[in-house]
């Protein structure tokens, strides 16, 4: 199996920054895509960012500018860099990735548990 644990978030202050953490472990080959979407109470889960294997990303128009997604091929990790944070940046972050679990099989997707980001004063 493949796990994913995500850390770094909590509470920040307007115009703060945070940085999440998501780690892939288990039977893993290759990754492929890894992304950040997020849930606010009451809305659809949605993309926040996504970084492909060769590290051409991808952003919601909602955080350019301000959140900046990267990843360690070594560690099997995804990051994202959220800064100038606003009180609608509040919701669960969960990261996403798309793994091969062995040479030949296919690509299966897997989510983080989720992380809390909460900005207010």
């Known amino acids: 199996q493949v796990q994913l644990v995500e850390s770094g978030g909590g509470l920040v202050q307007p115009g703060g920054s945070l940085r999440l953490s998501c780690a892939a472990s288990?039977?893993?080959?290759?990754?492929?895509?890894m992304g950040w979407y997020r849930q606010a109470p009451g809305k659809q889960r949605e993309l926040v960012a996504t970084i492909a294997s060769g590290g051409s990303t991808n952003y919601a128009d909602s955080v350019k500018g301000r959140f900046t997604i990267s990843r360690d091929n070594a560690e099997n990790t995804v990051y994202l860099q959220m800064n100038s944070l606003k009180p609608e940046d509040t919701a669960v972050y969960y990261c996403?990735?798309?793994?091969?679990?062995?040479?030949?099989?296919?690509?299966?997707?897997?989510w983080g548990q989720g992380t809390q980001v909460t900005v207010s004063e």
């Open positions: 996403n990735i798309n793994v091969r679990r062995r040479l030949g099989s296919p690509w299966t997707n897997y």
């Open positions: 288990g039977m893993i080959f290759s990754i492929d895509a």
